[in-house]
């Protein structure tokens, strides 16, 4: 009998393990708190078996207690080096004057993620998919030159899903573009509700794979893989940088894994985005050192990163802004998605979402909603690129703002937008702008 109950605890213990899937690294949390909830789990049985806690489990439940209290305050108590943390994110000291990107009407990201997904459920619907298949998490990237969204298709319903049942498509649309939103066949039998998920395929031939998000990327040739990131811990239990990839393919599940230095130029989220802005942010609220509580000279971004394209490649671009000056930016920021090498550019003025707010109070017609605003150079003068879409995400109009003078434009098309913001800032009188206090990014 005392077999079974070993043989029973063991199994109960395996099938959790395998279930939880804890990453075997000495510096994650969730591995100590996992293996801490399973002594106590075990003593609890033992004193409800025997009507009592014996004596002799006390010191098993201290052990359980400290090793849950390990992966609980190990994330508080470490990760204090902020030279760690500025090492991580590799900021440069100090920004230039120069360095926004000049604005290409072909290639400026108009289309939102919101819009995206109306216009590739549109697609969906044409083909009479939409009552068995919808549209999965849709992936922002580079393709043929040309920024893209691409979603998979999964199968509609949870028991489906779970099965594993397989998909026949995935759609994508240009980001300036959504005209050119298309269905491509192919057979996609892996996805990320399965039974057994993406992190568990790859968990399964290495625990020690710390994978820190999956996007559905396509290779040069337009084959769809899914794509993990593989991280680690790089200041005490926080402080996550990439350490290489996982290639899934998306019909066979055959894996192929990267060093950092060896993930394909197509893989565009190699240093996921959520990832760089958690970075920044991090660097920017301790940038004073870790014990200095005053927002003076603290930044962080002022609105989400945003993937744009130019010098041939794909950049993550964002405004940073003082904490204690959150309605106005101070710098732009240009991270590179395939080295992670980072441009600081001076530039103050107005928020991405006060430019939103403008351009939609002065719309053609009420309710439209502008996407992400995007800072290039146009004319030689730093400004906002965005379009104004309706609720059925058509978009309806384009705008244009000064960054610093917050003179607008808007027309039905970027062209005629372009020609009359040109027209009104020749126009402008000047007028003195008083200069914003710089941040302090002594480092």
Excluded: C
Excluded at 70 to 88: C, N, Q
Excluded at 146 to 166: D, E, I, Q
Excluded at 400 to 411: P, R
Excluded at 423 to 432: G, L, N, T
Aim: aromatic residues 10%; hydrophobic residues 45%; glycine residues 8%.
């Amino acid at each position: 009998m005392k077999f079974v109950e070993i043989g029973l605890k063991a199994l109960a213990g395996l099938l959790a393990f395998f279930y939880i899937q804890p990453v075997l690294v000495w510096n994650n949390p969730n591995l100590y708190f996992f293996v801490g909830m399973l002594v106590v789990a075990n003593q609890m049985l033992r004193s409800i078996q025997h009507a009592g806690l014996e004596p002799s489990q006390v010191l098993p439940y201290g052990v359980g207690i400290a090793v849950i209290a390990l992966g609980l305050l190990g994330p508080v108590f470490s990760g204090f080096s902020v030279e760690e943390r500025i090492k991580v994110l590799g900021l440069p000291g100090s920004p230039t004057p120069a360095g926004l990107p000049v604005l290409d009407e072909h290639t400026v990201p108009l289309v939102s993620r919101e819009v995206a997904i109306k216009a590739m459920q549109r697609k969906l619907e044409d083909a009479g998919l939409s009552m068995q298949f919808k549209l999965g998490s849709p992936v922002k990237q580079v393709y043929q030159h040309r920024l893209v969204w691409v979603a998979p298709l999964a199968a509609r319903g949870y028991v489906k899903a779970f099965l594993g049942a397989p998909a026949p498509a995935y759609a994508i649309v240009a980001a300036n573009d959504t005209s050119t939103a298309r269905l491509v066949n192919i057979d996609i039998n892996v996805n990320d509700r399965t039974l057994v998920d993406l992190d568990a395929r790859v968990w399964f031939k290495n625990p020690t794979s710390d994978v820190y998000g999956w996007y559905f990327e396509l290779d040069d040739s337009g084959r769809p893989h899914w794509i993990g990131i593989l991280a680690q811990r790089e200041v005490g239990f926080r402080g996550y940088d990439v350490v290489g990839a996982v290639a899934l393919d998306v019909t066979t599940a055959k894996q192929t894994h990267y060093s950092r230095n060896e993930v394909p130029q197509w893989v565009n989220n190699k240093f996921p985005m959520e990832m760089v802005a958690r970075q920044i942010n991090a660097v920017g609220d301790t940038v004073n050192g870790l014990f200095k509580f005053s927002d003076a000279g603290k930044f962080e971004l002022s609105s989400p990163l945003n993937m744009v394209y130019f010098e041939d490649r794909a950049w993550y671009l964002g405004t940073l802004s003082s904490v204690d000056k959150p309605d106005s930016i101070q710098e732009v920021v240009l991270v590179d998605t395939q080295t992670k090498a980072i441009r600081r550019i001076a530039l103050q003025g107005i928020t991405d979402a006060a430019a939103a707010r403008l351009l939609e109070a002065n719309g053609p017609v009420k309710g439209l909603r502008a996407s992400n605003p995007v800072p290039y150079m146009v004319g030689g003068t730093p400004a906002y690129v965005a379009s104004l879409a309706d609720d059925e995400g058509e978009l309806r109009a384009y705008g244009v703002v000064s960054v610093k003078q917050g003179v607008f434009a808007v027309g039905d098309t970027l062209h005629s937008a372009l020609r009359e913001f040109a027209w009104k800032e020749h126009r402008q009188m000047a007028q003195p702008t008083p200069e914003l206090p710089p941040m302090s990014f002594d480092l």
